[in-house]
């Protein structure tokens, strides 16, 4: 017995075998968080992104048994998932279901998944409290306020919005009007690097009010 199920890609040259866990909510957030990790897509170099992806749900498991490496997955599992197909920034873009009348697993909230996740992995790759941010559009933001940014390590640190963007190129980018931080400095300059900019349409926003709230609500549902 089991959960089984097969995520492989567009060629289906190879894959990974679950045993357990093999619902599409389970395998939907564990691809979410290797997004959230910011490990390359399978889209682009699917060796990397296996291991990545082989990496976080081994951690998942614990053990030695439950999940493996495949080779050819141009065949179905006739029985519990089938095959995922992935691709794009870590997403499912494609299903070979067991039988015709086969309906998904939608068991697990995403949001306490990608907790129970995170918690399984090595305590100096976790995401912790960046999960339970909320999300600000970046055109909203204030000076003062702290916000979560993606290191090099796939990490996620907190820095103050200190100021705005100046109608010019930085490293060939225009930043009117574009947020930055204080991360990266020569001699207190922090708006001519490209770095302290943030670039994307939305954020997560440090709130130590909402943090806790949230942390009072799981409490409350443990018990």
Known sequence: MGNRARITTRDKKMGIYL????GRDSVEAFLEYCKLRGF???????????????????NYFGGGLSIGIVGNCSNVIESDNGNYIIGGNWE????????KSFAEQTEYNLKKMLQEIDKAQPIEQQLGDFLNAKEKNATRLKKGDIVYIQQ???????FPVIGFGKDKLVNGTNVLNKPYV????????????????ILTDKVRIYDEKSLSKNEISEEMEAD
Do not use: C, M
């Open 40 to 58: 390359r897509s399978p889209e682009g170099d699917d060796s990397y992104a296996f291991a990545r992806l082989t990496q976080i749900i081994s």
């Open 92 to 99: 499912i873009v494609g299903r070979d279901y067991p039988y």
């Open 152 to 158: 090099y390590d796939g990490n996620y640190e907190k």
């Open 19 to 22: 045993h357990w866990n093999g």
């Open 182 to 197: 204080a991360k990266y400095s020569d001699k207190d300059n922090f708006e001519d690097n490209i770095n302290n900019y």
